[in-house]
């Protein structure tokens, strides 16, 4: 199965925003960008909107496609695509993850990150953001 999600790069000065998925969600204690999975019609900024809004409590604008690729994983295929969030407003909720942490992009490895999500650090630290 392939599953399309939409996820968003939150910045804040040299570090970016990630979630720890609570006990409650699939792949708990597990670490992601903020997102979500597409659903038909809505565009895929609609989406990261929407995911963002159900997720942290935050209305975001979302900025330029940072990049896609598809990654496999368990069973399914995931089409991810990344967007950067150029600003937001509100205070964070913790709707669907148990911890939030800025982060700089060196440091992914310290956290147990979704495997699909790896790749957009390493990019980053290529571009030595």
Same mark, same amino acid.
Not at 91 to 116: A, E, Q, R, S, T
């Given at each position: 199965?392939?599953?399309? =999600?939409?996820?968003?790069?939150? #910045?804040? !000065?040299?570090?970016?925003? @990630?979630?720890?998925?609570?006990?409650?969600?699939?792949?708990?204690?597990?670490?992601?960008?903020?997102? +979500? !999975? *597409?659903? !038909? +019609?809505? /565009? *895929? !900024?609609?989406?990261?909107?929407?995911?963002?809004?159900?997720?942290?409590? @935050? $209305?975001?604008?979302?900025?330029?496609?940072? /990049?896609?690729?598809? #990654?496999?994983?368990?069973? &399914?295929? #995931?089409?991810?695509?990344?967007?950067? =969030?150029? %600003? #937001? /407003? +509100?205070?964070? %909720?913790? &709707? =669907? *993850?148990?911890?939030?942490?800025?982060?700089?992009?060196? $440091?992914? =490895?310290?956290?147990?990150?979704?495997?699909? $999500? /790896?790749?957009?650090?390493?990019?980053?630290?290529? &571009?030595?953001?």
């Amino acid at each position: 199965m392939i599953i399309k =999600v939409i996820a968003g790069i939150i #910045y804040k !000065k040299d570090k970016i925003l @990630i979630g720890r998925r609570s006990p409650i969600e699939s792949l708990a204690g597990m670490w992601e960008f903020p997102g +979500g !999975k *597409h659903e !038909k +019609g809505e /565009t *895929h !900024k609609e989406c990261l909107k929407r995911e963002l809004m159900e997720e942290l409590e @935050i $209305d975001a604008e979302i900025g330029d496609l940072l /990049t896609n690729y598809k #990654y496999p994983y368990l069973e &399914n295929i #995931y089409d991810l695509w990344f967007y950067n =969030v150029e %600003k #937001y /407003t +509100g205070d964070f %909720k913790l &709707n =669907v *993850h148990d911890k939030l942490k800025w982060i700089k992009p060196k $440091d992914y =490895v310290l956290y147990n990150l979704l495997p699909g $999500d /790896t790749p957009i650090f390493d990019m980053l630290i290529k &571009n030595n953001f």
